[in-house]
Each structure stands twice: as structure tokens, then as C-alpha cells.
């Protein structure tokens, strides 16, 4: 199987350093550009089905991308969506203090929301899913940085600690690996942004 992982275009609330968590999230006129860049890049794909997280900021990526493919399902899975922040979600990151939240990087979460090591438990159980299905095909998976980062961790078999401190994927970015018969992954490229020079 080839794996491709894609975050959403840069969104109104990344321009505003607003924390998104669940939050739709509304694509800017340079976000559907770099969507539109990157279905450039990938229109040459057979992509066989796309599965994307159901808000709307990678939805509407998704969708660019997939007007170069014109008969591949979108499939939009919840486990999909970016950590929930809970209360935080909407506010700017420069209120908020996660240094005072109990707990470690990877199991702290903000008042009502979800730690990413709860996270982890979603996105695995969807990946299995999609490896199960997945054969000789190439799948796209458009999601959000938190997501990528623990796919990421997933296929390279990295533990939560080592996961959290991945570096943080760029808006547009593919990261993409091919996925043995047995389930070893093989890294390709990664938060590869060649399509928006």
C-alpha cells in the first residue's frame, strides 16, 4: 500500500493563532491555494480512496485535491479530527498556559479535552481499519498536524514520548510511506513541501 498523509491548507484560525482542536476551521484565499498546489502534485496518483477528518478545513482540502480524481471515494472518519482542546478550543495560543496543566506532554489535556495519548488509542484503531482494507492501493489520508505526528509514530513504531516531539507538519505537507504485505512501513518523504515553491 502507498500511504499518503496530507494537513489541511493554512485556515483563518492558524493565520490568528487560534487554537482549532474541533473547531471547523475556514480555509484562507492562500490555504486553498496550497490545496490547489498540492492537487497539482498529486494528479498524476491513482489515488483508490481518500479518507479525511469530517472538519471542515480538511474537508475542503480533500476536495481540491480530489477534483483531479473524479471517481475515488472520500470516506470522512471522526477518529480522524485533530485533539479536541476542549474549553481552549477558539482562544489564542498566547493565553493559554500548558505548563500548567498536570501530567506530561502527551497525557495532560486542557479542561474537557483530550490528551494525545488518548488520541493515539482513535487513530490506531482507524489505521488498522484502513491497513486492513488498504491491499496494493494508494490512500490518501488528509488530516491535521496532531494526527499526522501520531501516524507518524505509528508507522515508525515510536513510542507516545517520542511522537509528541516530532516536528510539527506545515500546512499542505505530504508525508508518505509504502506499506509492505506484513505491515512495515517505509518512509518515502517526509512534511515534504515541494509543491508550494
Known amino acids: 500500500m502507498r500511504l499518503i498523509l496530507v494537513r489541511h491548507g493554512e485556515t483563518e484560525e492558524n493565520k490568528a493563532d487560534i487554537m482549532?482542536?474541533?473547531?471547523?476551521?475556514?480555509?484562507t484565499s492562500l490555504g486553498i491555494k496550497q490545496a490547489q498546489q498540492l492537487a497539482e502534485r498529486l494528479k498524476w496518483l491513482k489515488i483508490?480512496?481518500?479518507?479525511?477528518?469530517?472538519?471542515?478545513?480538511?474537508v475542503d482540502t480533500a476536495k481540491e485535491i480530489l477534483k483531479?480524481?473524479?471517481h475515488t471515494k472520500l470516506i470522512l472518519d471522526k477518529r480522524l479530527r485533530e485533539v479536541g482542546h476542549g474549553k481552549w478550543d477558539g482562544r489564542k495560543h498566547s493565553e493559554l498556559d500548558w505548563?500548567?496543566?498536570p501530567g506530561e506532554k502527551w497525557n495532560n489535556r486542557a479542561p474537557g479535552g483530550e490528551s494525545?495519548?488518548?488520541?493515539?488509542?482513535?487513530?490506531?484503531?482507524c489505521y488498522r481499519e484502513i491497513l486492513k482494507k488498504g491491499g496494493q492501493k494508494t490512500v490518501l489520508i488528509v488530516s491535521h498536524g496532531g494526527i499526522m505526528k501520531l501516524l507518524q509514530g505509528i508507522l515508525q513504531k515510536k513510542t507516545i514520548q517520542e511522537t509528541v516531539y516530532l516536528d510539527n507538519p506545515k500546512n499542505t505537507c505530504v508525508t508518505e510511506f509504502l506499506i509492505d504485505s506484513k505491515g512495515k512501513a517505509t518512509l518515502v518523504c517526509l512534511n515534504c513541501e515541494k509543491h508550494l515553491q
Not at 20 to 27: A, D, F, H, N, V
Not at 116 to 125: I, P
Open 68 to 70: 483531479f480524481h473524479l
Open 116 to 125: 494525545f495519548e488518548e488520541v493515539l488509542v482513535r487513530v490506531k484503531d
Open 99 to 101: 505548563s500548567s496543566l
Open 20 to 27: 482549532q482542536g474541533w473547531l471547523p476551521g475556514k480555509l
Open 48 to 58: 483508490e480512496v481518500a479518507y479525511s477528518s469530517d472538519l471542515a478545513r480538511c
